[in-house]
């Protein structure tokens, strides 16, 4: 178990600018869930994928927002036009769900700063 | 929507302190669960409480969740320098989680 992993841990764009993240869940996890985390508030829920299905996109933050599982193991956020506002940290969590809810594990995420 | 309030925001003690820290929602959850948060780093589980009054140790820490399933506490004996961090509860609807903003933990030695 080598837990969650998230590249790049920083990433410095430009306003304008496309960037995209990974997220590389624990092995055998079906369930993969981004969130955003703004400084001093808790984690934002972004969407989920249940192996390879995205279940859940309503609450992604704008259409600039998109996410894919293609093959139900890695994933990748990206977001299209950065602004200013879309600085954050970019939490992804894996879990191994039948039924119910699993415990989510946690990477180290990715923090974006938008110049 | 549902929305988790947690109280007090920020906390500061001395090292040896018991201190208490509070999640409240005007929803009923089906679990909670309480993560903390260290600088750089993504939240870490500590507990999943389920029922409604459960109170569930470890080590020198206490959850306990309401009885209506709504609100739940955290609280801390002898709090040590360790113990600082980001607090979080997130309550579970069956589908995601809802995470309140999180109370700030500076535990001075």
């Known amino acids: 178990d080598t837990g969650v992993s998230q590249n790049p841990r920083h990433k410095i764009t430009k306003r304008g600018q496309n960037v995209t993240f990974r997220c590389d869940p624990i092995s055998e996890h079906n369930r993969l869930y981004w969130y955003r985390q703004t400084l001093g508030q808790g984690p934002e829920f972004l969407t989920y994928?249940?192996?390879?299905?995205?279940?859940?996109k309503s609450r992604l933050l704008s259409d600039r927002f998109s996410a894919e599982r293609p093959k139900g193991s890695f994933s990748t956020l990206e977001i299209q036009r950065t602004e200013q506002g879309d600085s954050a940290m970019y939490l992804c969590?894996?879990?191994?769900?039948?039924?119910?809810?699993?415990?989510?594990?946690f990477g180290p995420g990715t923090r974006l700063t938008v110049l | 929507t549902q929305l988790l309030e947690q109280s007090p925001q920020f906390l500061s003690i001395q090292e040896g302190e018991n201190l208490t820290v509070y999640c409240n929602s005007s929803?009923?959850?089906?679990?909670l669960q309480w993560y903390r948060q260290e600088p750089g780093e993504g939240p870490v589980l500590l507990v999943t409480v389920v029922t409604g009054g459960e109170v569930k140790k470890l080590k020198r820490l206490t959850f306990q969740f309401g009885d209506a399933r709504k609100d739940s506490s955290l609280h801390i004996t002898a709090a040590q320098p360790g113990d600082t961090g980001l607090y979080l509860c997130a309550g579970g609807d069956g589908q995601n989680f809802v995470f309140g903003p999180g109370t700030r933990l500076s535990v001075l030695p």
């Open positions: 929803s009923v959850f089906s679990s």
């Open positions: 994928f249940q192996n390879e299905a995205q279940l859940e």
């Open positions: 969590a894996s879990s191994l769900v039948w039924g119910g809810q699993g415990r989510q594990y």
